[in-house]
């Protein structure tokens, strides 16, 4: 079929600044640090709650519910999958319904369900099996069993959809970007965020996970569950001091009606002349002002949505579309724009987060095996996370309390590492993580083989160079690209990148899962002993499978470095791309329109 040929302009813009006039903001009677002290005050006890049934998930299933090899790293992956996929339902309530707010407080109160439900397996000994006798008697959970653990840990999957994708983006709201200060308070939040709950968690989880591990799961989990109603309680006494964005309707929608406008008109070729694109001019209101983005010259293919083809059949009287799904404006082209421009950075992720999924679920198992004795203490396993968390606290510190101040005093200029060098670093570190752990899990099995043991005389030291390699990749890898998503969105869309964020999360641990599968499936062909597979890890070969997710990691730097890193763009050309006019629920003077 031949093309059909309109006239349609790119927009130029007069200047090279490429910024659109913004509409001044009143003083900010809200928001700011204060409100942070909330959010952070809120985010620390949550996440102590929910990480301190997390980090120890796998043994509580392993010693409570006899689960062992494959079908414990399924349950435990599948879970994790959940808990950071449901954020996707819970910026579609956030930004099309209930607001960040509201959508946080009611993921907060499921939350706190689920957690009161795995309490209770942990205090009512008839919703477990009977506890494992040596490695030849342990009876198995019934179904009933699993399925009132398995409501639980649903009940947190949504309570995490809610909290997961409004609780940075909330946090990201308290700042005026369009300031010079409000945007250097945002950049040094994503770091703050992470370095608050991970100090509280450091305290906490050495006194709850010993507690679960070694005097009682049950009063172990009510800690934390107990530690969810508090993080409710600081989160509503905050309440007042909140800037909250009015909901602004569901991106996704909108997304999805650029796609199908796009493919419509796929064969009509945009000329950079004559008409423009379909650009309805905004509507100005005290009540609710508008989110406006720039086009831009990307990904010219979805401009074609907003292409007025015919304007007697596509517009009203009014000038306004009839058909939202056949012809959709310039700013829903943008939205669409900005989440297709993440994805490249987006996906080199998830293979980092592959690795931090190695730590908590076959990391874990092979301290179970190991020696944990330090004279007469025994360390529990799900200690070894807080290795991974110190490191991460020890490195934010540094970057952002010696390293930042000193290089801007020394540069006259404020200097941090760039995006691009942070998560190249961060792939790096998932790799030798790998690298260490095989090392490691090669002299843990031999020694258990030579002593017939189920039990390594290994000490537990020699596992922490890998827990330590798996905190930095995620205090490189991690925190990067959470920042890159939520900076390459307009401020509307930040419950969105949220969502993705954790979507990421979730990717990689079915992917795990999969690959899991895959493995044990394919290394136990021909009647060869499997890789991976059953209660005793002295019977597998887990290096050759750190192996090969490590030789993922390899592919993963240099898919980024030639090509997705190429997408990274800093605050400044990010800015230059858009403008944003958010909707503030506290007072905003308009200027007076002129006669």
């Known amino acids: 079929m031949a093309e059909e040929i309109i006239n349609a302009s790119q927009y130029s813009p007069p200047e090279e600044s490429n910024i659109a006039p913004i509409v001044p903001r009143s003083t900010r009677k809200k928001g700011g640090w204060t409100a942070i ?20 998930m796998t043994t509580y299933l392993r010693t409570k519910y006899n689960m062992g090899g494959v079908f414990l790293v399924n349950v435990v992956s599948i879970w994790s999958g959940c808990s950071n996929i449901t954020p996707l339902a819970g910026a579609f ?25 795995v309490t209770l397996t942990a205090g009512v000994d008839e ?44 946090g990201a709201d308290q700042f005026d970007t369009n300031t010079e200060k409000g945007r250097s308070q945002l950049k040094s939040f994503f770091n703050w965020w992470y370095f608050s709950f991970t100090i509280a968690l450091i305290i906490a989880l050495t006194v709850v996970i010993y507690i679960q591990t070694n005097i009682s799961w049950f009063i172990g989990f009510l800690i934390p569950t107990c530690c969810l109603a508090l993080s409710i309680m600081i989160f509503l006494i905050g309440r007042n001091t909140y800037i ?22 796929r064969h009509v070729r945009i000329v950079p002349s004559g008409n423009s694109l379909y650009e309805p001019v905004p509507k100005e209101t005290a009540e609710n002002q508008i989110s406006v983005l720039r086009h831009t010259d990307r990904f010219k293919c979805l401009d074609k949505a907003a292409v007025v083809v015919d304007s007697s059949t596509e517009l009203n009287a009014e000038g306004v579309a009839k058909d939202s799904w056949r012809l959709c404006n310039v700013e829903q082209v943008e939205r669409l724009k900005c989440v297709v ?31 944990t004795r330090v004279g007469n203490f025994n360390i529990p396993p799900g200690w070894m996370g807080l290795a991974s968390m110190i490191a991460l606290a020890i490195w934010i510190f540094i970057y952002e309390c010696v390293y930042v101040p000193n290089a801007s005093k020394i540069s006259k200029k404020e200097a941090r590492l760039s ?56 205090a490189f890898a991690a ?51 499997p890789w991976l597979g059953g209660h005793d890890l002295n019977q597998n070969k887990l290096e050759r499978f750190y192996i090969l997710i490590a030789g993922l990691g390899v592919l993963n730097f240099i898919y980024f470095h030639f090509y997705a890193s190429r997408y990274i763009l800093s605050y400044e050309e990010s800015k230059r791309r858009q403008t944003v006019l958010e909707t503030r629920i506290d007072h905003v003077d308009l200027p007076e329109k002129k006669s």
Not at 244 to 255: S, T, Y
Not at 342 to 366: D, R, S
Not at 423 to 434: A, D, N, P, Q, R
């Open 479 to 529: 925190v990067s690209v959470m920042e890159f998503l939520n900076n390459q969105v307009p401020e509307t869309m930040r419950s969105v990148a949220g969502a993705i964020f954790f979507l990421s999360l979730s990717i990689a641990s079915y992917l795990n899962t999969l690959i899991v599968n895959i493995v044990e499936m394919l290394s136990g062909l021909h009647g060869r002993k």
């Open 127 to 170: 919703l477990r099996p009977p506890n494992c006798q040596g490695l030849a008697t342990c009876s198995d959970p019934q179904k009933w069993q699993l399925a009132f653990l398995f409501a639980g840990l649903g009940f947190m999957a949504i309570g995490s959809g809610g909290i997961r994708a409004c609780n940075i983006a909330f």
């Open 244 to 265: 909250r964005l009015k909901p602004q309707g569901c991106v996704f929608i909108d997304m999805a009606k650029v796609i199908n406008a796009a493919c419509r008109k």
């Open 341 to 371: 421009g993440i994805i490249p950075v987006w996906v080199a992720g998830i293979t980092c987060f592959i690795t931090m999924e190695q730590m908590n679920t076959f990391g874990v198992l092979q301290v179970i095996q190991s020696d």
């Open 93 to 117: 309530l956030a930004d099309a319904h209930l607001g960040r707010f509201l959508t946080l407080l009611f993921g907060s109160l499921a939350s706190f369900l689920g957690m009161g439900m």
């Open 37 to 56: 002290a909330f959010i952070l005050g809120n985010e620390s006890f949550e996440k102590l709650a929910s990480v301190s049934l997390i980090s120890n």
């Open 419 to 474: 995006l691009q060098i942070r998560v190249k670093i961060g792939i790096f570190m998932s790799i030798l993580c790998l690298a260490v752990a095989a090392f490691v899990e090669i002299r843990r099995r031999d020694l258990a083989l030579k002593e017939g043991t189920f039990i390594s005389p290994l000490g537990i030291a020699i596992f922490l160079p890998q827990f330590i390699l798996s905190g930095l990749t995620e």
